[in-house]
């Protein structure tokens, strides 16, 4: 954890705290400490009758489920016994009520066109869909694959698929070719939606093109038909017999395709995200535990209220948009926002153009969308009305505090409450998050656990440890909302999560420390994952992109603190043959960069390429990775170097630097 030795400093200096706004309080759903303290005492000491008692009241079931939950965590069911559909219970069952007229999505694409779905008009298109997924054989278990802009048919596409207890696996649509193969051949997907393209800055991003790049020459071999939607309107191949336009296959489409009642564990969709190795792994999230938690930690957390335009500004493609943009907010009934594109097109005004128009009530972002809002300056912010504003939400990274600080003033007017939201995709929904209108906030801090979340912070041993000791963070108790296995390979599941403390806590892979007041900081990762512009990648991952390529003989890859992404990817590279200089060197690097785009994806792209004759090596041969994070960071090192095997490669590398 030494390479977050900046970012602990700089937290532990925060003292400003940020009580709730009484107007806020005054109409919140939660709006005592009190009350908090009851919900979240209850949760802990008896959570079957904390979440059997809101599973009742809260959600829709086709039939009564026998138990809570069953087992011991890892392998906690529950609500066993359950019959239950998301589809309904995003959707139809708002249709009983006044809601059935109310809008649920709200979207605009980037070159400024907009579409409004009500709850009824969504429910329709997804009834048809999901008789077009009959159609097409797909059947509840099979897993279809979703690679696609962030359009209404993608959500559409969801719970069409959730419908007919079809799996849905969402791939983000800055993936390669190669990411698309893989995850089709992990999951083994029957059936791959998509568009023609995205607008992303005004270009097209060739989604179609790239679907057919990772089915070529039996890629994919377990995919039998392509659907294809029209967004862009640019030229595409269509296969015969397997790709399919969406528009033909709807038009003859009845809208009167029933839920499926589905078993609460039947598996609602995979999202894979990367780990400490290569291979991504396949988080499996099932029904009725995953409604339940995002709609309740979505109510809890966005206060929602029945007027409330709601916008997630982040891509369906991760598990922030499937829980918050998608499934959260409708199963709420809440007016979900959706938009398609980049916050800096046609300029950097956009999102708030968009808060502006659609008198958006609360925002959710990033910070690394943040840091950018900074860099891009006040006017952008200043030239739009953002008084409709209630609540603000961060989310993906540890937000740093003068971030947050502008955020609360340039675009909350000192009036709108944070909420720092941290959680992962394996949590399926927010765990620790201030309550808006009960917790005062301190820039840079998560605050406090949900109700149903235990966490602790313990040593490497698994001791729990005092306040203000920096640690690991762990679950202690299961809760409705979590991953169940990684899909295929139960026993990396319970390797990956449980294994480090014996089958007794969850272990979510980052390093925190309690304060005083009971307050969590996160620092960040503590294993090899990386987080670049709240996205999460395996520096091994990348690691295996460069190796792959034909000139490299080793390859050693660490994240260095960036400006506006938050981490960095900086590559140490031994060629195979000599090093190459000037012209040849640069021509080199861009090589590489380009071969990790291929292998990965955009989002992957390296920062920076630095050729090496040797790594840092501990005398067993392990990289010595603390060592060249530090290179990276341009921080002299400040840890014990005797182990190195070889000084001079030390030495050589910071040179490289300065070169
Ligand atoms: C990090 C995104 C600090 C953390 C929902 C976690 C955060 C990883 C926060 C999960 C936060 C997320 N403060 N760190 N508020 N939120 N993280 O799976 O390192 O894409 O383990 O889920 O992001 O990333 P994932």
Request: proline share 5%.
């Amino acid at each position: 954890m030494s390479d977050n030795s900046n970012a602990i400093e700089s937290v532990l200096t925060e003292t400003r705290k940020f009580p709730p706004p009484a107007e806020f309080t005054k109409h919140a759903m939660i709006s005592s400490e009190q009350q908090y303290e009851e919900m979240w005492n209850r949760a802990k000491d008896d959570p079957a009758g904390f979440w059997g008692d809101i599973a009742q009241n809260e959600l829709d079931w086709f039939q009564m489920y026998d138990s809570v939950m069953e087992g011991d965590m890892p392998e906690t069911k529950w609500f066993t016994g359950g019959k239950i559909n998301a589809s309904y219970n995003c959707l139809d069952r708002h249709l009983l009520t006044w809601r059935k007229n109310k809008a649920a999505i709200i979207w605009e694409g980037e070159p400024g066109d907009t579409r409004t779905l009500t709850y009824q008009q969504l429910h329709h298109e997804v009834c048809k869909f999901a008789s077009v997924l009959d159609k097409l054989g797909i059947e509840a278990g099979d897993r279809v694959t979703l690679y696609m802009p962030m359009v209404p048919e993608l959500a559409i596409a969801m719970l069409a698929c959730a419908r007919v207890g079809a799996t849905h696996s969402i791939i983000f649509g800055g993936f390669s070719a190669d990411a698309i193969r893989d995850r089709n051949n992990d999951a083994q997907s029957k059936l791959v939606i998509t568009a023609d393209g995205g607008w992303r800055r005004g270009k097209e991003i060739p989604l179609k093109a790239t679907v057919d790049d990772a089915l070529a020459d039996g890629k994919s071999p377990s995919v039998e038909k392509v659907v294809v939607v029209r967004r862009t309107g640019g030229d595409v191949s269509m296969e015969d017999g397997r790709d399919l336009w969406w528009h033909d296959l709807m038009e003859d489409a009845v809208a009167d395709r029933e839920c499926t009642h589905l078993d609460s564990e039947h598996p609602l969709f995979i999202l894979y995200t990367s780990g400490s190795t290569g291979k991504p792994k396949g988080v499996l999230h099932t029904t009725a535990g995953y409604l339940l938690g995002t709609m309740m930690t979505s109510r809890w957390v966005f206060d929602f209220k029945d007027e409330d335009t709601y916008w997630c500004t982040a891509d369906i493609g991760w598990i922030t948009g499937h829980s918050y943009i998608v499934y959260g907010p409708l199963a709420n009934g809440v007016t979900t926002m959706m938009y398609e594109g980049a916050p800096n097109w046609p300029d950097e005004g956009r999102f708030w153009d968009i808060v502006e128009k659609h008198k958006v009530n609360t925002f959710y972002t990033a910070p690394t969308a943040i840091r950018a809002f900074i860099k891009w300056g006040d006017n952008w912010p200043q030239q739009h009305d953002l008084s409709s504003l209630r609540l603000l939400g961060t989310v993906g990274e540890p937000i740093n505090p003068e971030a947050w600080m502008w955020y609360h003033k340039t675009i909350g007017a000192e009036k709108c409450p944070i909420v720092d939201t941290w959680w992962q995709t394996e949590t399926g929904g927010i765990m620790l998050s201030p309550l808006p209108g009960v917790t005062a906030t301190k820039p840079g801090s998560c605050t406090k656990p949900l109700p149903g979340v235990v966490p602790a912070i313990v040593s490497e041993q698994g001791e729990p440890l005092e306040a203000n000791q920096g640690g690991l963070l762990v679950m202690t108790q299961p809760w409705p909302h979590m991953l169940r296995t990684l899909y295929g390979d139960h026993d990396r599941f319970i390797e990956t999560y449980f294994s480090k403390f014996d089958g007794k806590y969850y272990f979510a892979g980052d390093g925190a420390r309690r304060d005083e007041d009971g307050y969590y900081w996160v620092m960040g990762r503590v294993d090899d994952v990386i987080n670049v512009s709240g996205h999460r990648l395996s520096t091994m991952e990348v690691e295996s992109a460069l190796v792959s390529h034909e000139s490299v003989a080793e390859a050693a890859v660490v994240g260095f603190p960036h400006d506006l992404k938050g981490e960095g990817i900086c590559c140490f590279v031994i060629p195979k043959g000599e090093i190459a200089t000037g012209d040849a060197l640069e021509a080199a690097q861009k090589e590489l960069i380009a071969h990790v785009r291929q292998q990965i994806g955009a989002l992957a792209t390296p920062d920076q390429i630095r050729f090496t004759a040797a790594l840092p090596k501990t005398r067993s041969g392990k990289i010595m990775r603390r060592l060249l994070r530090d290179i990276a960071a341009g921080r002299e090192s400040a840890g014990d170097t005797t182990t190195l095997e070889d000084y001079s490669v030390l030495a050589s590398l910071r040179e490289s630097d300065e070169g």
